[in-house]
């Protein structure tokens, strides 16, 4: 199946996750209120007090991992671009097979906040032109 025009429930994406980043809990059971978490992978959260738990550990590292949680076998890193009044406006996401990239995950995570650092400084304008 090709990903062109594909949507995916943000619970269990980093890129979703990264994009709730500024969401407090009671956003969060706002947000996901009526929501069924559809079991798409071995390890999607299966509501919203683990989905808060996931972006809790995401945004103290400074990026979302997602391992499984879309479909078996796929694993993602996945950070928050800011615009100038650190709103965030977009997310940076890499994924791949758990078989390549699982004992890469933290490296793939620090190069996409990385990436999305990068990001974020050049739309807001303080960063290099």
């Known amino acids: 199946m090709g990903w062109v025009g594909r949507t995916n429930p943000a619970y269990c994406t980093s890129v979703g996750q990264a994009l709730l980043f500024d969401h ?26 683990e989905l808060a738990a996931r972006i809790d550990a995401a945004r ?22 800011r615009d100038a009044h650190g709103r965030i406006v977009a997310a940076v996401n890499v994924s791949g097979p758990k078989f390549r990239l699982a004992d890469r995950l933290p490296e793939m995570g620090r190069e996409v906040a990385s990436a999305a650092a990068g990001l974020s400084a050049a739309i807001s304008g303080t960063g290099p032109a």
């Open 24 to 49: 407090s809990r009671a956003e969060l059971d706002l947000l996901f209120d009526g929501v069924k978490f559809e079991r798409l992978g071995p390890n999607t959260a299966r509501n919203v007090r």
């Open 60 to 81: 103290e590292r400074g990026f979302a991992i997602a391992d499984e949680e879309m479909e078996p076998g796929l694993v993602a890193a996945g950070a928050p671009v």
